[in-house]
């Protein structure tokens, strides 16, 4: 499967975004689809996780309570939507691909998407 991360940009602090991750492939529904972040100078950090169906969700907890990720099967993507956000939240953010189930190490990920830039202003 090929991921594509899209959606991010600029915006100030309280503002909200939402992220967009678009895969081919008709095995899209086969995967556990996970969004990850990297800030310069940082470790790539788990986000949040969606498990095939949609059914099972886990978020990290920085993202508890201000992130959202859902999927729609039928138009093969996943989303992230991000309120609240904090000048912290600025990163580089990837979606991945897994068959193992909701995980949230990163090496656990098989396929991942080019990352879309997201910078909150204070």
């Known amino acids: 499967v090929q991921l594509q991360a899209y959606g991010g940009g600029l915006v100030q602090a309280g503002g909200s975004l939402r992220l967009s991750c678009a895969a081919s492939g008709r095995t899209f529904s086969s995967y556990a689809i996970g969004w990850f972040r990297q800030a310069p100078g940082k470790e790539r950090e788990f986000v949040a996780t969606v498990s095939r169906s949609g059914s099972t969700i886990v978020y990290a907890d920085s993202a508890k309570g201000r992130f959202t990720i859902s999927r729609d099967n039928a138009k093969n993507t996943v989303y992230l939507q991000m309120d609240s956000l904090e000048p912290e939240d600025t990163a580089v953010y990837y979606c991945?691909?897994?068959?193992?189930?909701?995980?949230?190490?990163?090496?656990?990920?098989?396929?991942w998407g080019r990352g879309t830039q997201v910078t909150v202003s204070s």
């Open positions: 991945a691909g897994t068959q193992r189930g909701v995980v949230q190490i990163t090496t656990a990920y098989t396929y």
